[in-house]
């Protein structure tokens, strides 16, 4: 199992930026991929972005595409989401997740392990 801490969340005015962390522990040398959901009350939660544990390659939603950068540093088994241009339509509560494969990692069922979630809140 694969413990994650999210980290980086906030309030801020639209089009400002933040940087969200999560932080991995335990059984992290078979990550195939981590990812960054969200969830707005009301809503489903839904995809935001992913990167492939060893070659990095990252896929994001169509809304935040050009706006949000996934990263990771494997050497410290976190990984990061930089938002910019942020949109109160952004409001949510952010998780981090941790996938064993490389499938199916821009659905919810593609993943194993889950943070707690960090609150990002962007005023008007």
């Known amino acids: 199992q694969v413990q994650l801490v999210e980290s980086g969340g906030g309030l801020v005015q639209a089009g400002g930026s933040l940087r969200l962390s999560c932080a991995a522990s335990?059984?992290?040398?078979?990550?195939?991929?981590m990812g960054w959901f969200r969830q707005a009350p009301g809503k489903e939660r839904q995809f935001v972005a992913t990167?492939?544990?060893?070659?990095?390659?990252?896929y994001y939603a169509d809304s935040v595409k050009g706006r949000f950068t996934i990263s990771r540093d494997n050497a410290k088994n976190t990984v990061y989401l930089q938002m910019t241009s942020l949109k109160p339509e952004d409001t949510a509560v952010y998780y981090c997740a941790s996938a064993r494969t490389r499938s199916n990692v821009q659905i919810r069922g593609g993943y194993d392990d889950w943070g707690q979630g960090t609150q990002v809140t962007v005023s008007s």
């Open positions: 335990g059984r992290t040398f078979n990550t195939g991929a």
């Open positions: 990167i492939t544990w060893r070659d990095s390659i990252a």
